[in-house]
């Protein structure tokens, strides 16, 4: 049985319980969180919350998709042009490798281009050889063509500090392999 990542239309702020029931019934889901520093009370708070307000990624065959909807919290899957929106998994994977690597990310809508995969280029940087990191104004987006948006992240905003020996930036790029270095 072919199983796809579908995206998943949740109530208003149900994206955490709706992964928690998907997961109680064995089903394959991914609700991105990003991490945020806030300050309350003058005291920095870091949070976990939703990168996408409204939206969670399921795995399901297609004969699966009916039965989500009976799901409390659950609106519908969300479509595209009479279809269902089909995730890749690569997508998947680099937005699992974004949250999982940068504090206070950020989304932006990005236009919806399915057919096309994610690329990797330069703007407005000289080139760098192997050596990504070297603009103190760099950022690092991820577009996810088949939603249209667009993750984005500033280098210093890497959640490993020096004396935990972080992934370098170089291999952070080589693992995702699926991204977008634009100067700002």
Same mark, same amino acid.
């Given at each position: 049985m072919i199983r796809n990542w579908y995206v998943i239309c949740t109530k208003q702020q149900q994206e955490k319980k709706v992964t928690a029931l998907l997961s109680k019934k064995g089903i394959e889901n991914f609700c991105p969180l990003k991490t945020v520093e806030k300050k309350l009370g003058g005291n920095k708070v870091i949070i976990k919350e939703p990168l996408f307000s409204s939206y969670v990624f399921a795995r399901l065959a297609d004969s699966e998709i009916s039965i989500i909807k009976i799901?409390?919290?659950?609106?519908?899957?969300v479509y595209w #042009?009479?279809? $269902?929106?089909?995730?890749?998994?690569?997508?998947i994977n680099a937005l699992k490798l974004m949250v999982e690597s940068f504090i206070n990310i950020r989304i932006?809508?990005?236009a919806v281009?399915?057919?096309d995969s994610i690329g990797t280029f330069r703007d407005n940087m000289?080139?760098?050889?192997?050596?990504l990191i070297g603009n103190q104004q760099q950022r690092i987006a991820v577009t996810i063509n088949s939603i249209g948006y667009t993750i984005i992240a500033s280098k210093?905003?890497? #959640?490993?500090? $020096?004396l935990e020996k972080p992934l370098p930036f170089e291999g952070f790029f080589?693992?995702?392999?699926?991204f977008t270095i634009l100067g700002f």
């Amino acid at each position: 049985m072919i199983r796809n990542w579908y995206v998943i239309c949740t109530k208003q702020q149900q994206e955490k319980k709706v992964t928690a029931l998907l997961s109680k019934k064995g089903i394959e889901n991914f609700c991105p969180l990003k991490t945020v520093e806030k300050k309350l009370g003058g005291n920095k708070v870091i949070i976990k919350e939703p990168l996408f307000s409204s939206y969670v990624f399921a795995r399901l065959a297609d004969s699966e998709i009916s039965i989500i909807k009976i799901i409390p919290g659950i609106i519908n899957t969300v479509y595209w #042009k009479s279809k $269902p929106v089909i995730m890749r998994q690569d997508e998947i994977n680099a937005l699992k490798l974004m949250v999982e690597s940068f504090i206070n990310i950020r989304i932006e809508r990005a236009a919806v281009c399915i057919n096309d995969s994610i690329g990797t280029f330069r703007d407005n940087m000289a080139e760098l050889g192997n050596n990504l990191i070297g603009n103190q104004q760099q950022r690092i987006a991820v577009t996810i063509n088949s939603i249209g948006y667009t993750i984005i992240a500033s280098k210093e905003n890497f #959640k490993y500090s $020096p004396l935990e020996k972080p992934l370098p930036f170089e291999g952070f790029f080589k693992k995702l392999n699926l991204f977008t270095i634009l100067g700002f």
